[in-house]
Nanobody, 121 residues
Framework: QVQPAESGGGLVQAGESLTLSCKVP????????AGWYRQPPGGQRELVAT???????NYTESVKGRFTISKDNDKDTVYLQMNTLKPDDTAVYYC???????????????WGQGTQVTVSS
């Protein structure tokens, strides 16, 4: 099974930007979707952004207009550009390879270690 590897997290101030990267081995991205999840301290993991094999993107309401998901199939890498960060964005961020059944995203890869994003006010 494929295990992604996330990187790029850190400590930033509110209003700043970060770009997360995720290596997804196995040449999955060309033919599959990908998604970024996050899990805040003491909270549940939520899906925040997805990109289809054909590069159609979707976002949870709280990040629309601020986050951008993209992928580079040649580099087996998924990105999450995060702008105008807020303290509520503080979480561990995970990426996955996945698939869509209708409009529902399903994870097909293992969970990676995640990358911590902390936004101070």
């Amino acid at each position: 099974q494929v295990q992604p590897a996330e990187s790029g997290g850190g400590l930033v101030q509110a209003g700043e930007s970060l770009t997360l990267s995720c290596k997804v081995p196995g040449k999955l991205l060309a033919f599959n979707a990908a998604g970024w999840y996050r899990q805040p301290p003491g909270g549940q993991r939520e899906l925040v952004a997805t990109i289809s094999a054909g590069r159609r993107t979707n976002y949870t309401e709280s990040v629309k207009g601020r986050f951008t998901i993209s992928k580079d199939n040649d580099k087996d890498t998924v990105y999450l550009q995060m702008n105008t960060l807020k303290p509520d964005d503080t979480a561990v961020y995970y990426c996955t390879a996945g698939s869509f059944l209708g409009s529902v995203y399903y994870r097909i890869s293992l969970w990676g270690q995640g990358t911590q994003v902390t936004v101070s006010s």
